[in-house]
């Protein structure tokens, strides 16, 4: 069975395939569209967005006009981190309705705790408010899933007890050298699956010696590494690329890591703060 056909289930019930195609800082236009019909043609049926992402529009159209009948994919945006209120919340929905043209989501998230200009802030009451919202988007069917994204321990313990439908889904940044092992420990215990975005930590793992070392030893990239080590640690995985090649072989993931080896990659620490890192697109 390939990764990209590989699902987990939801509290729902509903299946989410474990590899999904990210598409943040893909411009909207050709860049995003043209990365996502690739994808899309690869065999990904999992894409994510997000209305802070400003794509939206491109990866709608290109899911129309995939021709894959939209039961087969699985479509994933967010509300906004600034959307603090219950009619700021309806706003967006509407708004990313629109944008991405489609019947439904799969999945909707609140995208952050807290205002990306006020990383920090207290916003429990906040968002214990828009929880009623997504609540509702869920009800109506316009939503088929809903969940959080970079929510911490105390972010969830203030949200559940607010909850008539707990969050099935928290995207948190994870990637090999970030232990998040206490937030992944609280989605455990709450039957919410974890999603991992930025696999690669925005490239800055990719050229790891110890990491390429590693993926040397299977015949593989360093990104396939960072995927299936994700994986195996049970998270659905993100990763994004914008070259035809890249986005093939992230797709390939036939090989398993063996336990010495995920010791190994699970035992590494601030990865992205090697001398040869370097930022880029993959």
């Excluded at 997000?50 to 794509?55: G, I, L």
Aim: charged fraction near 25%.
């Amino acid at each position: 069975m390939s990764a990209l056909t590989q699902t987990l289930t939801l509290a729902s019930g509903d299946q989410i395939p474990t590899v999904g195609f990210g598409t943040w800082l893909l411009a909207e236009g050709d860049e995003c569209y043209d990365a996502v019909a690739e994808a899309l043609r690869v065999g990904y049926r999992h894409i994510d967005t997000a209305r802070a992402y400003h794509n939206e529009a491109s990866v709608g159209r290109a899911v129309r006009d995939s021709g894959i009948a939209r039961e087969e994919l699985y479509i994933t945006s967010k509300l906004p981190a600034e959307a603090k209120s219950y009619p700021h919340a309806v706003a967006e929905f509407e708004t990313t309705m629109a944008e991405i043209g489609l019947d439904y989501l799969d999945l909707y998230l609140i995208h952050a705790p807290w205002p990306w200009n006020e990383i920090g802030k207290d916003c429990r009451e906040e968002n214990k408010e828009i929880w009623k919202a997504m609540e509702e988007f869920l009800a109506s069917g316009q939503v088929k899933a809903i969940g959080v994204s970079n929510f911490d321990p105390d972010d969830l313990a203030s949200l559940l007890p607010a909850c008539t439908v707990k969050p099935m889904v928290n995207q948190i940044r994870w990637f090999i050298g970030l232990d998040p092992s206490d937030t992944v420990e609280v989605c455990e215990a709450n039957s919410i699956i974890v999603e991992a975005y930025s696999p690669f930590a925005h490239g800055l793992i990719v050229n790891h010696p110890e990491i390429v070392d590693i993926a040397a030893g299977y015949g593989v990239s360093a990104p396939q590494l960072c995927i299936r080590f994700l994986l195996q640690k049970g998270a659905v995985v993100l990763p994004k690329a914008t070259t035809p090649s890249h986005i093939q072989q992230n797709a390939e993931l036939g090989f398993v890591i063996s336990a010495a080896d995920m010791d190994v990659l699970d035992a590494m620490r601030d990865t992205e703060k090697h001398e040869d890192a370097m930022e880029f697109r993959w």
